[in-house]
């Protein structure tokens, strides 16, 4: 079970570039999030899907777009990179069955550590 | 003020010994608490979580919740050198949001 795919591993890119990291989940999990992280920051919501076709703004929304076509992708896209959107992403999933039907445990990919130039 | 506190660290202790991790935070609707172990290069990986005050032993780890208090702790007995690792706190308020603390680094001394 490869859980949660993350691409790319690492990228370097110039600013102003377009770049969509990609995220797969094949654990059928009906949430799915974005995460940056960053040194003294700790983990920061980007964006968040609660189920395929609906997406939400997380705490730092701004200059990254989601979309959920279906269940099991989620990929995140920045328009026009700049250097302060240099971070580590992490993109994460979980079940939000009934209330107290599960923990609400976030599954994370490996990682996307990005450098904006 | 941030929602979710931690001390940066790092804390050192002794292989053996009980290392004690601490995390505070603001919005008394929080209803879930998490603690997440990050080694480092790697992802975040859930050790425990607990609902209702008081405390939730799970091996060598015992999470314990104080909520009139508004603080989470996490203790781990008879440290080793493998639970050196970087410690993230995280609160949830309803289904969608699940805000982490910026961790507290343990270092545990051979």
């Known amino acids: 079970i490869a859980g949660i795919t993350q691409a790319p591993t690492s990228q370097i890119l110039a600013a102003g570039r377009r770049m969509t990291l990609r995220c797969t989940q094949d654990?059928?999990?009906?949430?799915m999030y974005w995460y940056r992280q960053d040194l003294g920051l700790g983990l920061r919501l980007i964006h968040y899907s609660n189920t395929a076709g609906t997406t939400g703004k997380g705490e730092v929304p701004d200059g990254y777009s989601v979309s959920r076509a279906n269940t099991d992708d989620f990929p995140l896209t920045l328009a026009s990179a700049v250097p302060s959107q240099t971070s580590v992403y992490f993109c994460?999933?979980?079940?939000?069955?009934?209330?107290?039907?599960?923990?609400?445990?976030?599954?994370f990919g490996e990682g996307s550590r990005l450098t904006v130039l | 003020q941030k929602e979710v506190e931690q001390n940066s660290g790092p804390l050192s202790v002794p292989e053996g010994a009980i290392a004690s991790l601490n995390c505070t935070y603001s919005?008394?609707?929080?209803?879930?608490f998490f603690w997440y172990r990050q080694y480092s290069g790697k992802s975040p990986e859930l050790i425990m979580f607990i609902y209702s005050n008081g405390d939730k032993e799970d091996g060598r780890f015992t999470a314990q919740l104080n909520k009139a208090s508004q603080y989470v702790s996490l203790l781990i007995r008879d440290s080793q050198p493998s639970d050196s690792a970087t410690y993230l706190c995280?609160?949830?308020?309803?289904?969608?949001?699940?805000?982490f603390g910026t961790g507290t680094r343990l270092l545990v001394s051979p």
């Open positions: 654990m059928r999990h009906n949430a």
């Open positions: 919005d008394r609707g929080s209803q879930s």
């Open positions: 994460a999933s979980s079940d939000l069955g009934l209330a107290g039907s599960n923990t609400g445990e976030l599954f």
């Open positions: 995280a609160v949830r308020r309803g289904f969608q949001k699940l805000v």
